[in-house]
């Protein structure tokens, strides 16, 4: 997909109405009106379907702060616990944090928490009956998790370091009643 410079906007085919990419469906951005504003894409003609998305992040941590956690002796509390609370929390409100998202009706989101060697791992599951996917949903339970974590653990290590946040996996599969 081509990404779009500002200098694009001044384009004369974006100043008359036209298409960003000579009409290839392929390298359109679906957010971008054909003027060049944003805009939130139209679902409305699209069937519900099952739809899921699987993400995954972990944050590296000090090996004192990994058995603080573990025994769970930190001052803020029950370090997963909050996590895991806090992804559901915001795979809820991803559509008031980002905003050309949708709102959609999540019917489940799971958020996991699993030690490493080198810290801890968070994978979500995000799941919905829609017209659209739940991948930012899913995305945004695991940064909001390892930021939690971040927050609960800023006071004993000072080197913490979140990565590798991706979806894994989107579905969606045809209902059939």
């Known amino acids: 997909m081509k990404s779009i410079k500002y200098e694009d906007f001044t384009n004369p085919r974006l100043q008359s109405g036209g298409d960003l990419h000579n009409g290839d469906k392929a390298n359109e951005l679906s957010h971008?009106?054909?003027?060049?504003?944003?805009?939130?894409?139209?679902?409305?003609?699209k069937p519900d379907q099952l739809r899921v998305a699987k993400a995954e992040g972990r944050?590296?941590?000090?090996?004192?702060?990994?058995r603080l956690i573990r025994e769970n002796l930190m001052k803020k509390g029950d370090v997963l616990a909050v996590a895991e609370i806090a992804g559901i929390q915001a795979a809820k409100s991803t559509s008031s944090l980002i905003p050309l998202c949708h709102n959609i009706n999540l019917t489940t989101v799971k958020v996991l928490t699993d030690f490493t060697d080198t810290g801890v791992t968070i994978s979500s599951e995000v799941h919905c009956i829609?017209?659209?996917?739940?991948?930012?949903?899913?995305?945004?339970?695991?940064?909001?998790a390892l930021l939690t974590i971040y927050d609960m653990c800023k006071a004993v290590d000072k080197k913490m370091r979140i990565e590798g946040i991706q979806l894994i996996e989107k579905t969606k599969h045809d209902l059939t009643r």
């Open 130 to 144: 829609g017209q659209t996917g739940v991948e930012m949903e899913a995305l945004t339970a695991v940064s909001v």
């Open 59 to 66: 944050i590296i941590l000090n090996p004192d702060t990994i």
């Open 32 to 45: 971008l009106d054909s003027s060049g504003r944003a805009r939130m894409v139209d679902v409305s003609l």
